[in-house]
């Protein structure tokens, strides 16, 4: 069965430090992953995507992730961190007609 | 450009009474339909799917159920709410069968069962 994990509840960041969330798939065959933030009381949003092609993949915001084929990882990062930046971060993989969806890594940037 | 519509915003409902939230989107057509129910700002449990007009897959049993009676409307319903309904109800979107076509979330229905 298709699946991801983000093993991380809560990522802690100074302001304009490098950030990376986590993400690693299980999967048969071609994964497409994707990320989504969350604001509070707010829906999902899309970030990005990664179907095919690059294994860097960059997004909206200034993120962007990165595909690890031999590592089954799709890691979130972004080079400089902003406060605005706290939210839920949300991996996922598709799965005929459906997302599964990972745990959410809540990230907090500090001033 | 499409957008994607939830209300009511908030609801609080007593334990026993019926539900009925509504989700429509607009500038598309044939789009596939998501209910999400969300518990406690933390992970996202699909409730049903659609991939057409009177297509409902439900991926959870319980007491709520899902109905599309027109192209770009899906509707949540319940006879009778139980206090475990609480929680943040998403509606989402996505254009056709790839599987590339990202998800577009409204902005959800905040449950409240008293």
């Known amino acids: 069965a298709q699946s991801v994990a983000q093993p991380e509840d809560q990522v802690n960041v100074a302001e304009g430090n490098p950030l990376t969330v986590k993400c690693t798939y299980s999967v048969s065959g071609n994964p497409y992953l994707f990320w989504y933030v969350q604001y509070p009381n707010r829906g999902l949003q899309f970030l990005l995507k990664y179907i095919t092609g690059d294994n860097l993949v960059k997004g909206s915001y200034g993120f962007e992730a990165e595909f690890n084929k031999s590592q089954t990882s799709f890691h979130l990062k972004k080079p400089s961190a902003l406060v605005s930046d706290s939210a839920l971060y949300f991996c996922?993989?598709?799965?005929?007609?459906?997302?599964?969806f990972g745990t959410g890594t809540r990230l907090q940037v500090f001033p | 450009s499409q957008t994607i519509h939830q209300w009511p915003a908030t609801l609080v409902q007593p334990v026993g009474s019926p539900l009925s939230l509504e989700c429509t989107v607009e500038?598309?057509?044939?789009?596939?339909l998501y209910w999400y129910r969300q518990a406690a700002g933390r992970g996202l449990q699909l409730l049903f799917y659609?991939?057409?007009?009177?297509?409902i897959s439900s991926e959870v049993p319980q007491n709520l159920s899902a109905s599309r009676p027109q192209d770009r409307q899906f509707i949540l319903s319940s006879k009778k709410l139980l206090l475990s309904d609480s929680g943040f109800y998403l509606c989402a979107w996505s254009g056709g069968q790839g599987a590339d076509q990202p998800q577009h979330f409204g902005d959800g229905t905040r449950l409240s069962i008293l």
């Open positions: 659609s991939v057409g007009i009177g297509q």
């Open positions: 500038g598309t057509s044939n789009p596939n």
């Open positions: 996922a993989v598709f799965n005929t007609d459906k997302l599964i």
